[in-house]
T-cell receptor, first 118, second 110 residues
Framework: EPEVTQTPSHQVTQMGQEVILRCVPISNHLYFYWYRQILGQKVEFLVSFYNNEISEKSEIFDDRFSVERPDGSNFTLKIRSTKLEDSAMYFC????????????????FGAGSRLTVL | KNEVEQSPQNLTAQEGEFITINCSYSVGISALHWLQQHPGGGIVSLFMLSSGKKKHGRLIATINIQEKHSSLHITASHPRDSAVYICAALLGDSNYQLIWGAGTKLIIKP
């Protein structure tokens, strides 16, 4: 069964450093998403991406955050100048279609990348 | 402000029991997702529905758009069903942004 893969599974970084979290979505999917979950809290939407541009982003997704699809297969989340409060599990997801009420837009999630900022 | 509320927060039941988890939302939505999060953190999408009822194996999800309420039912529960179950609402004016509930932690005892 096709799956979304994320790397690394765990990254530890010093505050102020830059991190890149990588995701390989399902090959025929066109819509890509990043979510995050701070330990013990709700999952939060960060950003969605379609046709090589951001479709929507939340207030969390400030100027330190960026996304890119550099080579047609990887979908990356870059966080510059990391802060302690960036520590969270980051989930990548993809879907064949946009999230409206049709059958082909069920999200498939990766296993997550745990980011720890020290 | 909680736009998506789930109840109960925690649920412990014996193997074989019928389980109901509820989700209420205060915003206009176009669809609602039910997801399962395992202890290791991985998230699996169970259902996406915008009306009526869907069934997959022992799982049943229903939604009442007028009442802004959805339920997830598990029949003949099993210890392997133990996980956090989360509902997430797709905002009516968005194709992409899910608003997540806090989750219901389910423990099924053998």
């Amino acid at each position: 069964e096709p799956e979304v893969t994320q790397t690394p599974s765990h990254q530890v970084t010093q505050m102020g450093q830059e991190v890149i979290l990588r995701c390989v979505p399902i090959s025929n999917h066109l819509y890509f998403y990043w979510y995050r979950q701070i330990l013990g809290q709700k999952v939060e939407f960060l950003v969605s991406f379609y046709n090589n541009e951001i479709s929507e982003k939340s207030e969390i997704f400030d100027d330190r955050f960026s996304v890119e699809r550099p080579d047609g297969s990887n979908f990356t989340l870059k966080i510059r100048s990391t802060k302690l409060e960036d520590s969270a599990m980051y989930f990548c997801a993809s879907s064949e279609l946009a999230g409206g009420p049709s059958g082909a837009n069920v999200l498939t999630f990766g296993a997550g990348s745990r980011l720890t900022v020290l | 402000k909680n736009e998506v509320e789930q109840s109960p927060q925690n649920l412990t039941a014996q193997e074989g029991e019928f389980i109901t988890i509820n989700c209420s939302y205060s915003v206009g939505i176009s669809a609602l997702h039910w997801l399962q999060q395992h202890p290791g953190g991985g998230i699996v999408s169970l259902f996406m529905l915008s009306s009526g009822k869907k069934k997959h194996g022992r799982l049943i999800a229903t939604i009442n758009i007028q009442e802004k309420h959805s339920s997830l039912h598990i029949t003949a529960s099993h210890p392997r069903d133990s996980a956090v179950y989360i509902c997430a609402a797709l905002l009516g004016d968005s194709n992409y942004q899910l608003i997540w509930g806090a989750g219901t932690k389910l423990i099924i005892k053998p």
